[in-house]
Structures are given as C-alpha cells and as structure tokens.
C-alpha cells in the first residue's frame, strides 16, 4: 500500500511561487504513477497534473500548462509540484494520489491511493 504525504502548501501572494511535496511510503513507489489534483471551495475536485511511474511523461489541465510543474525523484519516494506565478483561483486543497499504474490517469476514479491533502492559499 502506498500512503501519500503531502507538504510544502500555505499562504502566497499571487505572482508567487510554492512547491509541494508527496512522499510515499513504500519501496515500489516507481511503479505508481503519481497526479495531483485539487479542491476549491464550493468546485468539484479537479485535475492538476499527473507524472508516469519512471518520470517520463507529464501531463497537465490547461489551466495550469506553463505555470505548474511536475517532477520526482524515485529514489526519495518523493514527487514535486512546483506551482509559479500563481493566481487567486489557484487557491484549493492539493492532493497528491498514487495509481497503480505506470500509465498517468486524468480521472480521480483511476488513483487508488490518497494523501489528506495540503491547503494553498493565494492571495490578490
């Protein structure tokens, strides 16, 4: 089982930057892909961005292409959201979700595994 962990959210001003972590509690972490997805207050949760299990795939909404970005280091059990020029409607709960695959879902239904998420703030 992989258990997700998130950290790194908080309070930013919009132009600003944050990163997050998730680490994952388990050897075989390389064989999950890993995503990100959010929750704003009110919206139903969306997709952010997703990282295949060896790191060579990414892909992101259209919201946040140019602006976010996905990595992670396999060694560490360890995957990264750098978020830059960040906007008030960035503001949500992040959440990081493991999926048994090495293939990136887009769907939250495709993750098996969630962390408990991490609140980002962005302020105008």
């Known amino acids: 089982q992989v258990q997700p962990v998130e950290s790194g959210g908080g309070l930013v001003q919009a132009g600003g930057s944050l990163r997050l972590s998730c680490a994952a509690s388990?050897?075989?972490?390389?064989?999950?892909?890993m995503g990100w997805f959010r929750q704003a207050p009110g919206k139903d949760r969306e997709f952010v961005g997703g990282?295949?299990?060896?790191?060579?795939?990414?892909a992101y909404a259209d919201s946040v292409k140019g602006r976010f970005t996905i990595s992670r280091d396999n060694a560490k059990n360890t995957v990264y959201l750098q978020m830059n020029s960040l906007k008030p409607e960035d503001t949500a709960v992040y959440y990081c979700?493991?999926?048994?695959?090495?293939?990136?879902?887009?769907?939250?239904?495709?993750?098996?595994?969630w962390g408990q998420g991490t609140q980002v703030t962005v302020s105008s």
């Open positions: 979700a493991a999926r048994g695959s090495w293939r990136i879902g887009l769907q939250g239904y495709e993750y098996n595994y």
């Open positions: 990282i295949s299990a060896n790191g060579g795939n990414t």
């Open positions: 388990r050897r075989t972490f390389d064989n999950y892909a």
